[in-house]
């Protein structure tokens, strides 16, 4: 499994931006599609994710009703619309793949990260 992440880029406070995660290569339908974010001398942390097959998506606390998870079954790829973007939303922000979970260690394969940084 490949994952390509894209999207990123620089916003303003209470801005908006889409990324997406492109995914080739067999992906097993009780896969997991996750987002995590590390910030700059903090540990990746979970964003959110989204069950490849049944949709199921939940979020972390710091980002539920800002951030969204969708997915295109037919073009393989996954997006995370994030609004109302905060300072403190800056990071580099990676796509992931695996059983799941909210742990980094749950997930098998990693996107190549896009960064995201919100001026205030």
């Known amino acids: 499994v490949q994952l390509q992440a894209s999207g990123g880029g620089l916003v303003q406070a209470g801005g908006s931006l889409r990324l997406s995660c492109a995914a080739s290569?067999?992906?097993?339908?009780?896969?997991?599609m996750g987002w995590f974010r590390q910030a700059p001398g903090s540990e990746r942390e979970f964003v959110g994710r989204?069950?490849?097959?049944?949709?199921?998506?939940s979020y972390a606390d710091s980002v539920k009703g800002r951030f969204s998870i969708s997915r295109d079954n037919a073009e393989n790829t996954v997006y995370l619309q994030m609004n109302n973007l905060k300072a403190e939303d800056t990071a580099v922000y990676y796509c992931?793949?695996?059983?799941?979970?909210?742990?980094?260690?749950?997930?098998?394969?990693w996107g190549q990260g896009t960064l995201v940084t919100v001026s205030s």
């Open positions: 290569g067999r992906i097993f339908s009780s896969y997991v």
């Open positions: 992931a793949a695996g059983p799941g979970g909210r742990l980094p260690r749950s997930y098998d394969y």
């Open positions: 989204i069950n490849w097959s049944s949709g199921s998506i």
